[in-house]
């Protein structure tokens, strides 16, 4: 149901920073850390636009915080 969200809405945040936990829980890391480089990216495009509701009424700043820990704790994953 995520990738049809971004496949229907390719900057819909949230659905990237939830794919993103997803894939990671599921161990599929290359794919965790594409979704949270993904909502990085759609971050730094709209730094001047408040996520709304349609991505959970979360703040950039909850979901920037969300992606940082997701792409450290990949880091430290890696040899």
Known sequence: ELKKA???DQDLVIAHLHLANLYYDNKDYNHSA???KN???ILEKDID???GLSDGGFSQEVIL???KK???KLS???P
Do not use: K, W
């Open 6 to 8: 971004i496949y229907l």
């Open 34 to 36: 594409r979704e949270f």
């Open 39 to 41: 909502v990085l990216r």
């Open 49 to 51: 636009t408040e996520v």
């Open 65 to 67: 915080l969300q992606a």
């Open 70 to 72: 997701g792409i450290s």
């Open 76 to 78: 430290i994953m890696q």
